[in-house]
């Protein structure tokens, strides 16, 4: 057997939109050895870690379990588990992952409508109301934190509309779980699907997920449609769903009392998602979102007090990132190359109509600390102070202080 | 920040047909802090893991990369990507994984056809060739190492069959890679896909998988489909692939020279990818497959000198699993429970027509190890005497050890 060591990854401090450095706490729960997918051992993690997703997630929900797969693979897994081609969706649009739900959803064969509003803003209640009016979908797939434009769309409202009008709503609540509000139970969400690369502290490669039973019904409606019957109108209700990886369906017959046989569990990630919510919940829900809040706070008036302007409409920003308007002159990519190689602090590009026009940085999970958000202020001090942008010495790690003071 | 400790898992001997003890050093790998999805350390640490399962794989390949999931992810992202809606699909079947490829096949909108044999035999390939030339499928996806019959399918004739009829293979390699000799190129095989969690030593999690050019083509040639296309004749060609997740069109730009934005790396699987292969590789490939060789054959001689009964066709067998007949009279699930609960050591059950009918006792990756052999016969002899059964004593660990001699 070699001893030959493994190449070691440099250290960084990750304060971009995610992911962010793991919590060393979940990256010693995912050096453990490796137990059998049935021994007892492994069913009473399995069953802690849905007791513990509940609390996250804020439901009741038996279904509360992970996908083997990357936040996006929840998506996926929600969307092609609920619909079925030729249903009706509808998207409110706020962002690069409002447009990624529009297109799985389109890839599930489903008919997709959305109402968009520029980057920057959240979609209000009325206009979703008006919209599911119009359009009487199945399903509202919305995204709760959109790290593309910072923004974070209220959900209470939504969730009433779509169970006044007999909708189900799905939430992608990747980006903002664990670090903004989220009730899945008394917004009325039927289905929420997150990973654990942002507020969670976790690597990516696990998405926990939770179904409600409207959900489950709709779900558990489709089993019946067997193995070979390829003869089905795919217009009519009750058709099979088009993956067996991310069959929801199977998926929680496997997590669920019976326990039968799937994949094979990615038992390293179920560790690692297992000791997020540990994490979260040592420190307590509360306790995690008012500490993003503050962090996030000091953040937002520390790049404020470097003379930068901060994109979107900030009464509606996630607590855990800001996106801040390049100065005039500056090379965004090489101000970020100098942040990266002269201090190893990685801040965050951004995409679409936004690309090459604001950074984007995080203070998230574990990386939610006063430490690196002074540090990472002191350093894209004299990282802008080179490129030539007149700063106040000081004015950002000063601005953060009166935060925390 | 809490300092609460990780619950730890029991210590266990994982001698099943798989998930099977982690090596140390991957273990060592992912606890690795994370960097960002796009750093230059990121970007030579995906670029390292290509090259290294090029070698794992034997291929030149230029898209030989990871898909982030569990084994089963990487096979659905093979033939959804490949498989359009009425592609004829021809499946060799001789175990359990032949027909998850038919399930896959299926709900990819394939007509799928198979070539059956009994349990315990591999498929002729003059029977390949015959359903072949009836069918004209499109794709033949072959399982190469069935753990539910132990059985390893010979390849290469099917790739020269493949080859001369103008049909692609894809294989799953899944259970038998790197612990059986595997030829991507030599073989003509057009897509393989694996997992980690059997002779590469590693958790479930992360699938390799490499695609040569005539497969590469097809998937490409499935790109033009924009964005909202609905409207398309599902079939003819140049259909949407059916997934976001497992598009391996898109997984391929995003690990290839464009490197453009896809999922979130599951990096900590990354890590323990890259762990795997380079462990793999130290060791040598020839001399991997020759240890996997070595302890099966000491596995096999020591159950047949407790006195066991081996099912199947020795000669078609796997290197690294071994199914016993349980002995008459024996309860099979207590005997396995004696073993976990008395000596920590798993051994594996069995499915479908086998259940209840043979044990399966693996051999692979970092447990392909002559303790792990003669541990795991002491204890089998000692749960066998338990039980009833005369056995000789000494009479299993002895037969290993004349393999060993």
Not at 67 to 85: C, F, H, K, N, Y
Not at 136 to 144: I, K, N, S, T, Y
Not at 146 to 151: L, N, R
Not at 312 to 321: I, S
Request: include cysteine; glycine fraction near 12%; charge should be negative.
């Amino acid at each position: 057997m070699t001893t030959a060591a493994n190449p070691q990854m440099p250290p960084r401090l990750l304060m971009g939109p995610g992911p962010i450095n793991a919590h060393p706490r979940v990256l010693q729960a995912m050096s453990m050895q490796l137990v059998g997918q049935f021994d007892p051992s492994m069913t009473a993690a399995m069953n802690e870690t849905m007791a513990l997703y509940r609390d996250v997630f804020r439901t009741d929900n038996e279904h509360t379990l992970l996908v083997d797969g990357t936040s996006r693979a929840g998506i996926e897994a929600a969307l092609v588990s609920l619909l079925e081609p030729g249903d009706r969706v509808l998207v409110p649009v706020f962002g690069r992952f409002g447009h990624l739900l529009v297109e799985i959803a389109e890839r599930c064969g489903a008919e997709v409508h959305t109402v968009e509003v520029p980057w920057g803003e959240v979609v209000p209640d009325d206009a979703v109301e008006d919209a599911v009016r119009r359009v009487r979908p199945r399903l509202v797939a919305a995204v709760q934190g959109d790290t593309s434009t910072t923004m974070c769309q209220p959900l209470a409202g939504i969730g009433e509309i779509c169970r006044r009008e007999g909708v189900l709503l799905y939430v992608d609540a990747t980006a903002s779980l664990g670090g903004n509000p989220f009730e899945t139970d008394a917004w009325g969400i039927d289905v929420a699907s997150a990973g654990l690369q942002k507020c969670l502290g976790g690597p990516s490669g696990s998405a926990p997920i939770t179904l409600g039973p409207r959900a489950v019904e709709v779900i558990e409606g489709r089993k019946h449609v067997e193995a070979g019957l390829r003869t089905d109108d795919d217009r009519s209700r009750g058709t099979r769903i088009a993956s067996n990886y991310l069959d929801l369906a199977q998926v929680m017959d496997y997590w669920g009392q019976r326990r039968l046989n799937h994949h094979t569990e990615a038992t390293t990630m179920l560790y690692g998602a297992r000791a997020c919510a540990q994490v979260l919940l040592d420190e307590g829900l509360e306790a995690s979102i008012e500490r993003h809040r503050l962090h996030g706070a000091a953040m937002l008036e520390g790049v404020r007090g470097l003379g930068l302007e901060v994109f979107g409409d900030v009464e509606h920003k996630m607590t855990n990132v800001v996106a801040v308007h390049i100065p005039d002159g500056v090379d965004g990519d090489a101000a970020r190359t100098a942040m990266l190689e002269d201090f190893g602090i990685e801040i965050g590009t951004s995409f679409g109509p936004l690309h090459g026009r604001v950074w984007r940085i995080g203070t998230m999970g574990w990386n939610a600390r006063r430490d690196a958000v002074l540090t990472t202020l002191a350093a894209l001090e004299a990282v802008l102070r080179a490129a030539g942008v007149p700063v106040t010495a000081g004015g950002g790690t000063g601005a953060a202080r009166e935060v925390y003071a």
